[in-house]
């Protein structure tokens, strides 16, 4: 499964990016897609995940009213609105397929498979600056 990730930059504290997630194999209304994001030197983590439209997401507590994810299953893009960034918001941010319904688990079990395999896509960097 093909994902690219786009829509990272470098922003002031308090600003905003929207990160976008193209598939170009599937529908995302197949899978549940997420959002992970990876610091040099620290490990990947999830950050936000969704299921369906008519499902509650799931939000890292740090970013909790500050990020929302969405997909729009006609374009095949799934999207990550990020405001009020913050400097430890830094990291590469990449979106993936779960291997199940969106939950803090599946995301990590997601992550663990990708890391194993080597398959995760490029990412895009997001970068904010105090």
């Known amino acids: 499964v093909q994902l690219v990730e786009s829509g990272g930059g470098s922003v002031q504290a308090g600003g905003s990016l929207r990160l976008s997630c193209a598939a170009s194999?599937?529908?995302?209304?197949?899978?549940?897609i997420g959002w992970f994001r990876q610091d040099p030197g620290k490990e990947r983590e999830g950050v936000s995940c969704?299921?369906?439209?008519?499902?509650?997401?799931y939000y890292k507590d740090s970013v909790k009213g500050r990020f929302t994810i969405s997909s729009d299953f006609s374009n095949r893009t799934a999207s990550l609105q990020t405001d009020s960034l913050q400097p430890e918001d830094t990291a590469v941010y990449y979106c993936a397929a779960l291997y199940g319904p969106c939950s803090i688990e599946v995301m990590t079990t997601t992550a663990r498979i990708l890391t194993e395999v080597n398959s995760w896509g490029q990412g895009t960097q997001v970068t904010v600056s105090s």
């Open positions: 969704m299921s369906s439209l008519d499902t509650v997401p």
């Open positions: 194999e599937f529908t995302f209304d197949d899978y549940a």
